[in-house]
């Protein structure tokens, strides 16, 4: 079965790095999205993606976050200068339609010391 | 206006037993009811949905109900296996221009033998 698939698993950064995540979408979706979990906490939006331009993103989303997807297979997320509070779980989803089923990765998780 | 409330916070059920785990929302513009099942170190899976123009959705053990006046929904797992130890989350999505899932906070299931 076709899966989502996010390197690396775990990502340690120094305070102020920029950190790049990245994600490869089931091929034949079109829409990607990142969410985020911190420890013990609910599952929360951070941006969707199609055709090459932000659909929607949330608060959450400042400047210091970015997406891009760079070619045909890759979906990123770059945050540009980490904070302590960026410390999570990150999940990458797509989906084939933006009305259907999204399906996620195993997530980065993201420790900033 | 966004949220999803979900409730138990934790369940236990024994082996062979009905899991049942509800969901609320306020938002009358969500019209895509998903729950995801996750594992520790897991991305969420997608397990079942539903949409408002149906009552009722079952996919082997597992069945979504849902009542669209009461704004409630919730995921019925029959003959709970020790498998099925893991997260809940029940999930909603407005259609309308908008993909993004606003999550509940999760449900911890423990089916012991």
């Known amino acids: 079965e076709p899966e989502v698939t996010q390197t690396p698993s775990h990502q340690v950064t120094q305070m102020g790095q920029e950190v790049i995540l990245r994600c490869v979408p089931i091929?034949?979706?079109?829409?990607f999205y990142w969410y985020r979990q911190i420890l013990g906490q609910k599952v929360e939006f951070l941006v969707s993606?199609?055709?090459?331009?932000?659909?929607?993103k949330s608060e959450i989303f400042d400047d210091q976050f970015s997406v891009e997807r760079p070619d045909g297979s890759n979906f990123t997320l770059k945050i540009r200068s980490t904070k302590l509070e960026d410390s999570a779980m990150y999940f990458c989803?797509?989906?084939?339609?933006?009305?259907?089923?999204?399906?996620f990765g195993d997530g980065t998780r993201l420790s900033i010391l | 206006q966004q949220q999803v409330k979900q409730s138990p916070q934790s369940l236990i059920v024994q082996k062979g037993g009905i899991s049942i785990i509800n969901c609320a929302y306020e938002?009358?513009?969500?019209?895509?009811f998903p729950w995801y099942q996750q594992f520790p170190g897991k991305g969420p899976a997608l397990l079942i949905a539903?949409?408002?123009?149906?009552s009722e959705k079952k996919e082997g053990r597992f069945t979504i109900s849902f009542n669209k006046s009461a704004k409630q929904f919730s995921l019925h797992i029959m003959d709970s296996q020790p498998g099925d130890s893991a997260t809940y989350f029940c999930?909603?999505?407005?259609?309308?221009?908008?993909?993004?899932?606003?999550f509940g906070k999760g449900t911890k299931l423990s089916v012991i033998p």
């Open positions: 091929s034949n979706h079109l829409y």
């Open positions: 999930a909603a999505s407005n259609g309308a221009g908008s993909y993004q899932l606003t």
């Open positions: 989803a797509s989906s084939a339609d933006g009305q259907l089923d999204q399906h």
């Open positions: 938002n009358t513009a969500f019209d895509y």
């Open positions: 539903i949409r408002p123009d149906v």
């Open positions: 993606f199609y055709n090459n331009e932000i659909s929607e």
